[in-house]
């Protein structure tokens, strides 16, 4: 059974960082391609970075790139994401996705399937 669980969310000031951490079980995140999503009060779920298990490359929503980072320490099989220059727009549930088809995530056309979710956590950024 995989389970991947998320910690790190909180309250932070625009202009801010946090680093999310999601640590994950019956899945080997070296191989497997992971990333972050988020979602919004009333919006839908949306991505926001993904790395590839082979070179470590990886992609950004336009919205967090040059803010964020993902990351992942395989010897702890963890992902994480580092967050930067906190926006009052960055205020979401984030949650930790695995098993995506590929790491071209955000490519039009691209098969977007997601294997496994976490059960989020909340970043609150005041502005």
């Known amino acids: 059974q995989v389970q991947l669980v998320e910690s790190g969310g909180g309250l932070v000031q625009a202009g801010g960082s946090l680093r999310l951490s999601c640590a994950a079980s019956?899945?080997?995140?070296?191989?497997?391609?992971m990333g972050w999503f988020r979602q919004a009060p009333v919006k839908e779920r949306e991505f926001v970075a993904v790395i590839d298990w082979i070179g470590g490359s990886t992609n950004y929503a336009d919205s967090v790139k040059g803010r964020f980072t993902i990351s992942r320490d395989n010897a702890k099989n963890t992902l994480f994401l580092q967050m930067n220059s906190l926006k009052s727009d960055d205020t979401a549930v984030y949650y930790c996705a695995g098993g995506l088809a590929t790491y071209r995530y955000n490519y039009p056309g691209t098969n977007r399937r997601v294997g496994y979710w976490g059960q989020g956590t909340q970043v609150t950024v005041s502005s």
């Open positions: 019956g899945l080997t995140i070296s191989t497997s391609v």
